[in-house]
Nanobody, 126 residues
């Protein structure tokens, strides 16, 4: 079982930045492809970004449009999402997830992920 914990959410003004982190205390994430998903108020969960287990391949949702960067530090067993130029429509609960299959490529399909964190709230508002 892989338990994931997100951190770094908060309230930020439009145009601001946040960096989200995701860790698995007591467990290595280095063999799992990892992803970020989000669910805005009244919306379905949607894919944001994903990265392969080595950190060499990354996929992004179209709406990211160069504003977000996903990265990982396998030595620290931590996943990151650097979010810049935030917009009010980025307001959501952000979840990190680990793919069920180890040594896999990034995926935008939430059903490929078997492990999920509890989420961290990001609010973009003036």
């Amino acid at each position: 079982q892989v338990q994931l914990e997100e951190s770094g959410g908060g309230l930020v003004r439009p145009g601001g930045s946040l960096r989200l982190s995701c860790a698995a205390p007591g467990r290595t994430l280095s063999t799992y492809a990892l992803g970020w998903f989000r669910q805005g108020p009244g919306k379905e969960r949607e894919f944001v970004a994903a990265i392969d287990w080595r950190g060499s391949l990354a996929n992004y949702a179209d709406f990211v449009n160069g504003r977000f960067t996903i990265s990982r530090d396998n030595g620290k067993s931590t996943l990151y999402l650097q979010m810049n130029m935030l917009k009010p429509e980025d307001t959501a609960v952000y979840y990190c997830a680990a793919r069920s299959a180890q040594y896999s490529n990034p995926s935008s399909d939430g059903t490929d992920y078997g492990y999920w964190g509890q989420g961290t709230q990001v609010t973009v508002s003036s």
